[in-house]
């Protein structure tokens, strides 16, 4: 599930793994898109935009992951 181990749980920080997803969909204006949706999804994300995730609690993990899926194959 998307609280398991790997790529959400490990060094990697939210707006490095959604750059990630933007890269593999080839998705426009990634970067503004990426701070618009991680400001609405995670509160205090001034804060926790350069943490690793693996230090999030598993709703935060999940709603990194539902920010990833936003792009057109979802």
Do not use: N
């Not at 970067?31 to 205090?44: C, G, H, T, V």
């Not at 598993?58 to 936003?70: D, E, F, L, P, S």
């Amino acid at each position: 599930g998307l609280g398991q181990p790997g790529l959400l749980g490990g060094g990697i920080t939210p707006v490095e793994y959604l750059r990630f997803v933007a890269r593999i969909y080839e998705l426009p204006d990634a970067e503004a898109r990426i701070d618009s949706l991680l400001d609405y999804l995670l509160e205090d994300y001034a804060a926790v935009r350069t943490r690793p995730m693996a230090s999030f609690s598993t709703g935060m993990k999940q709603k990194v992951a539902i920010a990833g899926c936003t792009g057109p194959s979802c």
